[in-house]
Nanobody, 115 residues
Framework: QVQLVESGGGLVQAGGSLRLSCAAS????????MGWYRQAPGKQRELVAR???????VYVDSVKGRFTISRDNAKGTIYLQMNRLKPEDTAVYYC?????????WGQGTQVTVSS
């Protein structure tokens, strides 16, 4: 059974940092593009960052220079280092693995940034 399990969310003050982790099991995702998405209350789910199997990255403009996505294929884990957090970063963060015929999603981890 394929599972993506996120961890590392929590409550932090504006300007603080958090590091999210996503551990994959049940399949080898080392060749898959992986990513982080987020969904704030009343808003659509949006891409935050993604990383290809060979380390190429893409970020949404609002997090460029503050967030860093990385992966450790040996551990089957991806990370999202979030620095200089802002209240508008508050959302449920989801791990994603691009796959055919369908993508895989984690259950989400809540990130709350207080002002």
């Amino acid at each position: 059974q394929v599972q993506l399990v996120e961890s590392g969310g929590g409550l932090v003050q504006a300007g603080g940092s958090l590091r999210l982790s996503c551990a994959a099991s049940g399949s080898d995702f080392s060749l898959n593009t992986m990513g982080w998405y987020r969904q704030a209350p009343g808003k659509q789910r949006e891409l935050v960052a993604r990383i290809t199997y060979d380390g190429m990255t893409v970020y949404v403009d609002s997090v460029k220079g503050r967030f860093t996505i990385s992966r450790d294929n040996a551990k089957g884990t991806i990370y999202l280092q979030m620095n200089r957090l802002k209240p508008e970063d508050t959302a449920v963060y989801y791990c994603n693995a691009q796959s055919f015929p369908r993508p895989y999603w984690g259950q989400g981890t809540q990130v709350t940034v207080s002002s």
